[in-house]
């Protein structure tokens, strides 16, 4: 309340500074109703970890968590009240993905169909202008089992294993696709078989249990091949840190550490080759003017621009503009009616930066 550094970040501070002063800079006297309002507007995007001098990263004695402090809050109130339907759904992408799966050209009509979208609002409470994601019938995981016979895959490089969440899976395969053909020019060994999601929406939904138990099996999974000497890469920035920094507090032990400290953004593992000289340069064009955002997830793991740093090592007439601005979004939280026009409000700095 003293130091205001994270003011202007999201909803939630200037709703918060605003409630204090009205009781006399008392925080204990905030009512429910007040308290919910600083909840529900936090959309994890992190920022204020990153920006705030006081927390545990910091070593500060205060011990300042803002984001994981009303990410339990949400947690005692599904604990109380249990999780509502939407929560549930939207905290389940891999029962969405898959039943779209089945008939995606139906899921897609489906998801433009103004009628069908102000039904699925009344309903669920999911915004009829709200651009969802569309659907494939051929996800990353059965374009990659295809792919052992077609691009070769065992080079000597290196070795990683590509997690390419629910999201390229189920949502944007060619993501996914485009990553691991530049794995393989570059020559690195790359395994890769999507299961389960990484856990975030639902931990975003306050389910704990839920995502404990994705935690849980992403963990089986993958650290025996973090024991053969992989690296873990993870194309969404939201994933990656959950991996990162949410898997370590929210399952604890060794073996979860020593996951997280085997994930790697795509472009910072492909930076580090770049900067040993191991990254293959022989780019044929250029893409010119790059306005990049940058995520804040991907700001949260402190990296660096390791992005940027790749894009500009095309060379020519590349130029890269950063955009760091917040979006906005969080998966879910932009999906919800209630929080669809804030969702704007909020990103407008990024969508103009972007434009």
Known sequence: HGCRLC???????????RFVDAHDGDVTRLTAAETDHVVDTCYQCK???????YTPDDGHEFQVDFPRLMARTKAIRVRRQGLALRERLLGNPDLLGRLAGLTPWLANLANRFPPNRWLLEKLL??????????????????WFRRQRG?????????????????????????????????????????????????????????????????????????????????SILVTNPTCSMMMRKEYPELVGGEEARALAAAVRDPNEYLNEMRRDGRLDTGFRSTPGKIR????????AQNIGYRSRDLMRSIGG???????????????????????????????????????
């Open 125 to 142: 409470g999911v915004h009829r202008h709200k651009l969802l994601p569309a659907f494939h019938g051929l996800t990353f995981r059965r």
């Open 7 to 17: 003011f202007n970040l999201c909803p939630s501070f200037p709703a918060l500074f």
């Open 317 to 355: 007439e590349t130029e890269v503009e950063l955009v760091a601005e917040c979006c906005g979004h969080d998966g879910t939280w932009a999906m919800k009616r209630e929080y669809f026009q804030l969702s704007l409000e909020s990103g407008q700095k990024a969508f103009e930066g972007m434009r």
């Open 150 to 230: 077609e691009l070769k895959l065992d080079g000597a490089q290196g070795k990683v294993f590509y997690f390419p969440t629910c999201f390229v899976n189920y949502n944007n395969p060619e993501i996914g696709q485009a990553a691991v053909r530049v794995f393989a020019r570059n020559g690195l060994t790359v395994e890769s078989d999507y299961r389960q999601c990484c856990g975030m929406p639902a931990l975003d939904g306050g389910d704990v249990a839920a995502a404990q138990k994705l935690a849980r099996a992403n963990i089986a999974q993958l650290l025996p091949y973090v024991r053969q000497g992989y």
């Open 292 to 299: 990049y955002h940058v995520p804040c997830h991907l700001r």
């Open 47 to 53: 920022l204020c970890y990153v920006k705030c001098p």
